[in-house]
């Protein structure tokens, strides 16, 4: 079942595994680590960090994630959906409040896992998904403008608006060696594939420009020149040094970062299921996204989630088991301890390269220019949630977005719900498509029917008011047919509760009808059937006109209704 708590690893295990296909498992993880190596450090110094981190985090996570997924391809990582949300925490509170964020999100997770939560992403509008990642896709690109073109410039702003300024105002400070560099790596990584898939077209970007930078002395900034010396180890682990005074303002982005780690890894385990057959267990993903978000801070790291473009290659290169994520991690151990030393010499022109063709792939432009044939609704938070990621916060994009989407969900529901009189309703076709339509039936004189269709909600309420205030008269009874009914909110309650001091102040009896067990329930549960009573409640129509004829003959009416 998809909800057990069992990481996929053990079952694995318990399936066997035959040496041909551990063969293709190593060969799949080899290759996962050598492509997932310049992106951990792209993306690590694009988040503001030490590129050595993004190292520290795709081994850490990267054998966690594969040790405990409930995915038994999913490869994890530091990826770029998280770059825009950890540089904004590295900027206003350091390393430090960074690492406090990554240890909340991972409870999160953890929690969201054990509390059956996996189903999240079915509640993660697509439109918001496109217009948010699209958003983060756009800061990425224009972030690597000034490495891409070796730019100077003292201090570049935070922000989208003053970022293109600054460019404007330090364009006569390119540095034509910088964008040779990058131009050449650039076109390497976009037709590599063309040559063969088997080597990653980023690494042999990385190797050519190296090799140009160092043997032609060319004056191009690398990571040694901007970041110092990378270590060629792994860190002792060690507790980050927590401060509970910035607990208070780090909530929100741990939110973010507990929120997108969840959609990121769901979605890459839903693609690999697409692409293998297989059915991950998404409570067990968002434990094991959660276990390792908790480690990476000992270690330096930052967060990390399930990587659709990895887990992809993983897939692609005959990876069918855990075994090949836990292989991409010793892989990049084994890198960092034999190469680290190394990773001084990479250009920065390069990684920019690198990075941009990562945000043109997670732009998703093909689908944000087709949404614009959806929905006005879809549209807005589609848009809403573009722009606010750009110009505002990742952290107000996505909680406005969430937020936007349930208010335009609960409008379409209030709109699908119908109040309608049907007192009168005399089609012949539905009388014959419907065995219990009114129009089969004869009402007594003075007996208003009306009959509520879908959900009976908040949003449905004013709806329900209107209608019923259609009725200038009062009648001796009023049947409220409930049958289409499956669940009622506290808002809809009290509108019933109005309803039936309004009928007891003119004069005439509510009833009830059509009452299902789960509706009844409630009533029950809100103490609304003692209000009204047990008697003016009925399964079904017959029943409720014989108690509405009941009620006429005892207070002295009678009749059919002309």
């Keep these: 079942m998809s909800t057990r708590l069992v990481p996929e690893f053990f079952s694995c295990i318990k399936d066997g595994c035959d040496r041909k296909q ?105 439109p918001m998904t496109v217009g948010f990642t699209s958003g983060i896709a756009l800061i990425i690109a224009t972030t690597q403008i000034k490495d891409f073109f070796g730019l100077t410039i003292p201090a570049l702003s935070g922000e989208f608006i003053h970022k293109i300024m600054d460019y404007a105002h330090h364009a006569d400070t390119l540095n034509l060696s910088a964008l040779l560099v990058g131009v050449i790596s650039l076109l390497i990584i976009v037709f590599w594939g063309k040559v063969t898939r088997k080597v990653p077209g980023s690494i042999i970007a990385i190797l050519v420009g190296t090799g140009m930078v160092h043997f032609l002395g060319l004056p191009v900034a690398t990571i040694g020149s901007q970041f110092g010396s990378v270590p060629s180890m792994l860190p002792m682990p060690r507790l980050p040094h927590l401060d509970w005074a910035m607990l208070p303002q780090l909530i929100s ?53 399930g990587a659709i473009a990895r887990t992809a290659t993983n897939i692609k290169n005959g990876g069918r088991t855990p075994v090949a994520g836990m292989v991409h991690a010793i892989t990049l151990l084994l890198i960092l301890l034999l190469f680290g030393r190394w990773a001084v010499l990479i250009p920065m022109p390069t990684l920019a390269a690198i990075l941009l063709v990562v945000a043109f792939h997670m732009s998703e432009w093909r689908h944000f220019v087709k949404l614009f044939r959806a929905s006005k609704s879809d549209i807005l938070v589609m848009l809403s949630t573009f722009f ?32 309608r009189n049907i007192t009168n309703e005399l089609n012949e ?47 001796r009874v009023l049947i409220l047919r409930m049958r289409h009914i499956l669940t009622i909110d506290a808002t809809a309650l009290q509108a019933l509760e109005d309803l039936l001091t309004k009928t007891r102040k003119d004069g005439t009896a509510l009833i009830l009808s059509g009452v299902r067990p789960r509706l ?25 006109l014989a108690g509405a004829r009941k009620y006429l003959a005892a207070s002295g009416q009678t009749g059919v209704q002309e």
């Design 22 to 126: 551990l063969g293709r498992e190593i060969m799949a993880g080899l290759l996962v680590g050598i492509v997932a190596l310049p992106l951990a450090i792209a993306f690590a110094i694009a988040s503001g960090v030490k590129p050595e981190q993004g190292i520290f985090t795709a081994i850490i996570a990267g054998f966690l994630i594969s040790l405990l997924s409930g995915s038994r391809v999913q490869i994890g990582g530091p990826t770029g959906a998280f770059i825009v949300v950890v540089f904004g925490i590295v900027s206003k509170f350091g390393y430090d409040g960074l690492a406090m964020a990554t240890l909340m999100a991972g409870v999160l997770l953890v929690a969201m896992g054990l509390a059956r939560m996996g189903a999240v992403i079915k509640f993660i509008p697509y």
């Design 253 to 305: 982005p741990a939110l973010t970062i507990a929120l997108l780690g969840a959609i990121e890894s769901l979605l890459s385990a839903v693609v690999a299921d697409g692409m293998t057959g297989m059915r991950h267990r998404s409570n067990m993903e968002l434990v094991a996204q959660g276990v390792a978000n908790i480690a990476v801070p000992f270690f330096g790291g930052i967060p990390a989630t």
């Design 388 to 419: 606010l990621t750009v110009f505002v916060d990742l952290t107000v994009a996505i909680q406005t977005g969430v937020v936007l989407s349930a208010l335009l969900f609960m409008n379409r529901m209030a709109q699908v719900t119908e109040v």
């Design 429 to 475: 076709e539905y009388g014959k498509e419907d065995a219990l339509a009114i129009a089969t039936r004869e009402v007594p004189k003075g007996v208003e029917v009306f009959e509520i269709y879908g959900p009976f909600f908040f949003g449905a309420v004013t709806q329900f008011k209107d209608t019923l205030n259609i009725v200038k008269n009062p009648a």
């Design 520 to 544: 009844q329930a409630s009533l029950d549960r809100n103490r609304f059937t003692e209000k009204i009573g047990q008697e003016f409640i009925f399964g079904n129509i017959d029943a409720a």
